[in-house]
């Protein structure tokens, strides 16, 4: 059973940054296709950004294109989004998902393993 654990989070400032990681044990991880999704209690999870197995793909929600990357190591089974000019809007619960598929997907279905989390609170 594959399990993912989130870390990074934490209180910045508009403007600020953060960088999040996800850290996967297990064997599948080189072969996966990753992403982040995020959720506030106001809101239904929602799609961030993702990278195929390989790291040469990458797509990423309109709200964050051009402010957040992500990438991964495969070789510390560990997959990265840098959050920069981050905004109030950003404050939500960011979870990291592992999927059976070598590409990412936008839809919560399409992965089967979830972290538990990591909080992003970001002051006006």
């Known amino acids: 059973q594959e399990q993912l654990v989130e870390s990074g989070g934490g209180l910045a400032q508009a403007g600020g940054s953060l960088r999040l990681s996800c850290a996967v044990s297990?064997?599948?991880?080189?072969?996966?296709?990753m992403s982040w999704f995020r959720q506030t209690p106001r809101k239904e999870r929602e799609f961030v950004a993702g990278?195929?197995?390989?790291?040469?793909?990458?797509d990423y929600a309109d709200s964050v294109k051009g402010r957040f990357t992500i990438s991964r190591d495969n070789a510390k089974n560990t997959m990265y989004l840098q959050m920069t000019n981050l905004k109030p809007e950003d404050t939500a619960l960011y979870y990291c998902?592992?999927?059976?598929?070598?590409?990412?997907?936008?839809?919560?279905?399409?992965?089967?393993?979830w972290g538990q989390g990591t909080q992003v609170t970001v002051s006006s």
């Open positions: 297990g064997r599948t991880f080189s072969t996966a296709g």
């Open positions: 990278i195929n197995s390989s790291g040469t793909t990458t």
């Open positions: 998902a592992m999927s059976s598929y070598m590409y990412t997907r936008r839809y919560e279905s399409a992965y089967d393993y």
